[in-house]
């Protein structure tokens, strides 16, 4: 992960800072660490290292050692930890330092930042309605400009939630990116750790930090050396659902003016059916993994008390009941959602949803304790279960001057372009870094069989080719399908009177004598040109010589090979 260097922000007066502010209706921490601790360990810190002197608050589900783990449970507050998370461990060997644990929904169960004894808190924007959850806390400390770093976990939105509903960055990786280890589970298969800053550029040193490979974590998983096939380096292709969300009218209006926006941020913006995300969505509560919550922590659940929330109790107390056949099914739905889902991703970088339909009161909480937090989680809830990656980021207000967050969604593995995705967005500079030239490689157009996903794209890619950008032709360009045996061949041709919107095309990256063993295997009409893009620039790219589409088929209206194929079954 590339790094930028941190807002730094003195611990030791972040913690005297927050003792004052200390509100009885805004509970944020847990337990605020003695300012001689903060101290001692500021003191050791390396002046050179990455994070060093950042304040850091831990959501209270994160072992720090020396101090308990509540995960919002008071019977849990006589046990100190004897070592600390993985996460926060690397944070701190970073140079970060703790300030406090935070408050957060019981046993990380909810979005709505309500469900603890330790009390519930409210948006830092308006007093009535909530914070979101389940990292209330944490997400409040940075909103609140305690600290400018906070990590929280994400299983089912906990991480983007109140970062939405608090005007913040809420960075989830994709699983197994960060170590869980230390963590207490909420659902193991599928937490992640997250964290919270004011900007994109805040979050890429903490991240870049975070990231490793645990061998003490076995949902760990190694970062890639390069991206994964079909993952752009640079994202430019965005999609939005092609049907009404049903949104609150005031998170409607917000939401509006984010695809406004995103037309100026987004290179394209196509529109795709979302059905199969929004159906996974409901299996997380719906279908089996309640069971996963009650093997994490059913046991500290009963007896029943005032230290336990009952909506948490009531909710997760359904796990028992969950039968092997239960679990089997599950996720066969999940796998069936997963192969519904999978080609989106072919022509698109990012998905671009709404965080949450509205922004309840703690009223509305109240009165429907579990109706309000399972609509919280329409748009979040999929997002683990289908193994992808997601950065919540501020999206201006509503009409009533609540903040309104939008989140961009992408394959596992594609943290770095989505940062820099949500970078442009934020109006912060990209770094771009997958995009680094080199003068052993040549930017290559392809338009057909070598897309992600068909059936000669493993050529690129054995060839060490990688995906910098997917695009557009500039306009006059014609897409064929050529005559002959075999595999349908298509044949791009410059003629003049193509379509305004050009044809779509992925350029990538070639070694140079990756381009020649490449050359070999086209057959005529087919050779290498020069292809204009939807930004002016030229690259290098597969076209037909003109004689070749005397007998082809004129396959233009599809705008790409991938849409001509679906059209012709």
């Given at each position: 992960?590339?790094?930028?260097a ?8 972040a ?7 200390t ?103 308006d ?5 979101g ?29 109140p ?6 960055v809420?960075?989830k ?19 992640c ?26 949902w ?20 939005v659902p ?14 509006q ?11 394209h913006?196509v529109t ?6 929004l159906a ?9 993994w ?24 009531a909710?997760v ?9 239960d ?5 066969d ?7 519904d ?25 109240a ?9 919280l ?13 997601a950065v ?14 939008v989140?961009f969604i ?20 990209a ?53 002959g045996?075999?595999?349908p ?11 305004a ?34 930004d ?34």
């Open positions: 992960m590339t790094s930028t941190p807002v730094r922000h003195d611990p030791v007066a913690v005297l800072a927050a003792r004052q502010a509100d009885p209706d805004q509970p944020i921490w847990i337990t605020l660490l003695d300012p001689a601790e903060v101290a001692d360990a500021a003191a050791r810190v390396n002046p050179a290292a990455p994070l060093a002197g950042t304040a850091v608050a831990v959501k209270d589900n994160l072992d720090l050692v020396g101090h308990p783990t509540t995960a919002g449970c008071p019977a849990l507050a006589d046990r100190p930890a004897t070592t600390s998370a993985t996460a926060v461990r690397r944070l701190v060997d970073a140079g970060a330092v703790v300030v406090g644990k935070t408050n957060l929904d019981q046993f990380a169960t909810g979005l709505v930042g309500t469900r603890s004894p330790y009390g519930a808190c409210h948006s830092v924007a007093a009535a309605h909530v914070s959850g389940s990292s209330s806390g944490s997400a409040l400390a940075v909103a609140t400009g305690l600290v400018p770093l906070a990590l929280g976990t994400d299983t089912a939105g906990s991480g983007r939630v970062a939405a509903f608090n005007g913040i809420g960075v990786p994709t699983r197994g990116l960060v170590s869980t280890a230390g963590v207490l589970p909420a659902c193991a298969s599928l937490d750790v997250t964290t919270f800053t004011r900007t994109v550029a805040e979050a890429r040193p903490a991240l870049a930090a975070l990231t490793w490979a645990d061998p003490d974590d076995p760990s998983r190694p970062l890639p050396a390069r991206l994964p096939a079909g993952i752009a380096a640079r994202m430019r292709v965005v999609a092609d049907a009404p969300l049903d949104l609150d009218p005031a998170h409607e209006a917000a939401w003016a984010a695809l406004t926006r995103l037309r100026h941020v987004a290179a913006v795709v059916d979302v059905t199969p995300f996974t969505a409901r299996l997380l509560y719906d279908g089996p309640l069971a996963a919550r009650w093997a994490a922590f059913g046991h500290l659940l009963e007896p029943d008390g005032p230290h336990l929330d009952p909506t948490v109790r909710i107390r359904r796990g028992r009941d969950v039968t092997g056949p679990v089997f099914a599950g996720l739905r999940l796998a069936a959602l997963r192969r889902s999978e080609p989106i991703w072919s022509d698109v970088d990012a998905l671009l949803l709404p965080v949450t339909p509205g922004h309840p009161t703690l009223a509305d909480v009165a429907d304790p579990i109706g309000v937090n399972a609509r989680g329409r748009f979040t809830n999929f997002v683990n279960l289908l193994d992808l990656c919540a980021v501020p999206a201006g207000t509503r009409p009533d001057g609540l903040p309104f967050g989140q992408a394959p596992a593995f594609a943290d770095a372009p989505l940062l820099d995705l949500a970078a442009t967005w934020c109006g912060e500079p770094t771009n870094a997958g995009l680094a030239e080199d003068s052993g490689s040549i930017a290559v157009a392809v338009a057909g069989a070598h897309l992600t996903g068909l059936p000669l794209n493993p050529q690129l890619v054995e060839l060490g080719g990688r995906l910098a950008y997917r695009a557009r032709t500039a306009p006059g360009y014609r897409l064929y399908r050529l005559p045996p075999g595999l061949r298509p044949g791009l041709l410059h003629t003049g009177d193509g379509p919107g050009g044809i779509a095309v992925e350029v990538w990256r070639l070694p140079h004598q990756a381009v020649g063993a490449l050359l070999a295997t086209v057959p005529a009409p087919l050779g290498l040109g020069s292809v204009e893009l939807d002016g620039s030229r690259v290098a790219g597969f076209l037909t010589e003109e004689h070749g589409v005397r007998d082809a088929v004129d396959v233009t209206a599809a705008g790409g090979w991938r849409a001509a194929l679906d059209a012709t079954g």
